[in-house]
Every structure is written in C-alpha cells, then in structure tokens.
C-alpha cells in the first residue's frame, strides 16, 4: 500500500491544494486552444482535482495514477457527478508502456518531483502525444526541501524554469512557455508553482 493510499480519504480537504489545481486548470486553459473533441491524459492525476477541472472542456480524460486509493477516490467522485468522460487507469508510467499517438493534450500537476528519471518519462508522454499536440505540466518551483514534512518518495526539491525548459528542449518541444502560475503559503514560506507548455 503506498502512502498515497492512506492519505487518498483525505486528499480533497485541503484548500490550498484544491486552489492549486483550480489555478493550474485555468493556466491550461487560458493558454492552450483546448477543444471540444480532444482526448487528454492526467499522468500522477490521484483524487482527480486538475482532471475534473479540465474535464468540461475536453471529449474524453484518461486519469492515470499508481494509487489505487486515489483511483478509489476518484471513481467515486466520478459516480457521484454523474460524469462519462473520465477514465480511472490504474498505471505507473515509470514501469508500464504508453500507447502512441493517443492524445492531444498531456497534463499533470504536482507529480514530477516524485518521478525519479524526468527525461525517460517526459520521453515517453511525449510519444504518446499526437503529432501538434500539447503538453502542460505544474510543479513546485526549486524548493529547499521543506515542502513536504516527509520526503519520502520525493526525488526531486522541485525544478528551476532553466532546469524543466532544458527539458523540454532536449526532447524537442515547440512553443515552449513557462509561468508561475501559483504561490503555495505554508510553512511560512512562499512556494510557486510553475506551469511548463510545449508542443509537440
């Protein structure tokens, strides 16, 4: 059981998560031409808070994470809102393969810095994307460590733009843009949140 399942029952009540994933939802959608018939993947997308955001403006989303308590979670929400175009996918994309050529758009929010190798993943949303599709991914900007109480499965203390644009240089993206695109307050610190888009 990962950590992850112990603290899915509970995942939603925190505000300044809830308002993370409200600001990164609106960060995709103000700055990518989301549309009606795309089919998107939500990779790390746990309780479904940036999923269910996105979900109004898009066909279909793929909800992929390697939590079953946070699938549990979601599937419910997903029942109880009476919504057909959200699929729970039990994966871990650091292990399992994607197909090719699936989505149009790839998002995740608050999930890299548990990924341990970036670039072998990065690679391989980047394959599953369409030819001209989008990826938008949020994450804590570089962070000293004291984000999370336990750095437990954390592999990385964030990422500098420099750091996630070199990235996304490397696997050739186009159109690159980074922005903060939130400020997480606790601990009495300031944390921002950068939104990194690029095409493929």
Request: proline content about 2%; aromatic content about 10%.
């Amino acid at each position: 059981m990962s950590v992850f399942d112990e603290l899915a029952k509970n995942w939603d009540e925190k505000p300044l998560r809830v308002e993370n994933a409200r600001r990164i939802g609106q960060g995709i959608i103000d700055n990518i031409p989301v549309d009606k018939n795309w089919k998107v993947m939500d990779f790390g997308a746990g309780t479904g808070l940036l999923t269910f955001y996105i979900q109004p403006y898009v066909k279909e989303i793929d909800a992929i994470d390697n939590s079953k308590g946070m699938l549990e979670v979601l599937q419910e929400k997903v029942r109880k809102a009476g919504v057909s175009n959200i699929n729970p996918v039990f994966k871990d994309l650091e292990k399992d393969e994607l197909g090719s050529e699936e989505y149009d758009l790839v998002v995740s929010s608050m999930t890299l810095h548990h990924i341990k190798d970036v670039e072998s993943l990065l690679r391989k949303l980047k394959k599953s994307l369409k030819e001209g599709g989008y990826i938008a991914i949020a994450d804590l900007e570089e962070e000293e460590g004291d984000f999370h109480s336990d750095n437990k499965g954390v592999y990385h203390f964030g990422f500098s733009k420099e750091k996630m644009r070199g990235y996304f240089e490397k696997l050739g993206f186009k159109d690159i843009r980074l922005f903060t695109v939130n400020i997480i307050n606790k601990n009495n610190k300031e944390y921002p949140v950068f939104l990194a888009i690029g095409r493929k």
